[in-house]
């Protein structure tokens, strides 16, 4: 029996990551302009993905066009959402006033059907997640919007997120020297068995509108106004 191989379909009937030439074939046959290929690992189908869509470039936010383009994706991205997919936007905040911090958590289901997570946190937390400021609480949403996802019975979740470590430390691009980074890593790995997590990176406050929805939310969050 040969390798297990994966079909990433960038432009096609439903763009995604499949586990066979013939539901790859049958998602690509007939379109102009199909575009897709094969790897030997889930992760670099992911990376083909969000090359793509030019989602993890850098994007100018005083560009109008851009940030446009970027909506009308994610956009196109919700309307093709399946019964087994599940979107989300995460963000974390720091509360400097109250040294606390917070997530928040936009989640789109099929249908557009969403939800909204929140968490909260101070020093009586701990005082190492604290010292991380935003970015611990960042991770937590992640974890929060996998775990939901999981419980929900969802096979992928597509996590867009604007702080590079969630992707990074996941993918093992960044060593994980704290507590708190190597927790995150182990439970993305975990997860991984359970479920198909991509990451998409967006710029933060240039107006890509469910990414500023997660940073508002945030920012409730730190402050306790949940």
Known sequence: MGKQKFYAVAVGKKPGIYYSWEECSANVQGVKGAAYKSFPTLREAAAYLAD?????????????NSRDVINDRIDGMIRDLGRDDVIAFVDGSYDTAGETSGYGVVLIFFDGNREELQGHFDRG???????????????????????????????????????????????????????????YKAFIRESREKIVIEFFKVESHTGIALNDEAD???????????
């Open 125 to 183: 937390y701990s005082e190492d997640f604290i010292n991380l400021r935003n970015v611990a609480a960042e991770l937590e949403g992640v974890k929060a919007a996998v775990t939901r996802a999981i419980d929900a019975g969802k096979k992928k979740i597509m996590i867009f997120y604007d702080y590079s470590g969630i992707e990074k430390w996941a993918d093992d691009s960044w060593k994980a020297n704290k507590d708190i980074t190597k927790a």
């Open 52 to 64: 793509f869509e030019g989602l993890k470039e850098d994007t100018p936010g005083s560009d109008q």
């Open 216 to 226: 508002r939310l945030a920012k409730s969050a730190a402050a306790a106004n949940l």
